[in-house]
Nanobody, 120 residues
Framework: QVQLVESGGGLVQAGGSLRLSCAAS????????MGWYRQAPGKQRELVAL???????TYADSVKGRFTISRDNAKNTVYLQMNSLKPEDTAVYYC??????????????WGQGTQVTVSS
């Protein structure tokens, strides 16, 4: 089993910054791609950013140039630096990780979510 523990959400004014963290723990051989998704009230969950174990990144168009995803492979932790926040960034942010078991099976895990609220 793998646990993902997120931190760093909160309330911030438009134009401000927040940094989210997500640490993976438990029993696994390695972590492949890690990422952040978000879900606003009444909307579907959407991709925000992904980062591979080789640190290749992908971003949603809506956050390009404002958000930066990074990871520390030694700590099995992924970060999301969010700058120039807008009210439309308000959502619950979820961490996702593809964990490889000792038998080399890959399974996706989700964190519990952390609320980000941007006031105008």
């Amino acid at each position: 089993q793998v646990q993902l523990v997120e931190s760093g959400g909160g309330l911030v004014q438009a134009g401000g910054s927040l940094r989210l963290s997500c640490a993976a723990s438990g029993t696994f051989f390695s972590i492949n791609t890690m990422g952040w998704y978000r879900q606003a009230p009444g909307k579907q969950r959407e991709l925000v950013a992904l980062i591979t174990s080789g640190k290749r990144t992908t971003y949603a168009d809506s956050v390009k140039g404002r958000f930066t995803i990074s990871r520390d492979n030694a700590k099995n932790t992924v970060y999301l630096q969010m700058n120039s926040l807008k009210p439309e960034d308000t959502a619950v942010y979820y961490c996702n990780a593809d964990a490889v078991s000792g038998s080399l099976n890959v399974r996706a895990y989700w964190g519990q979510g952390t609320q980000v609220t941007v006031s105008s």
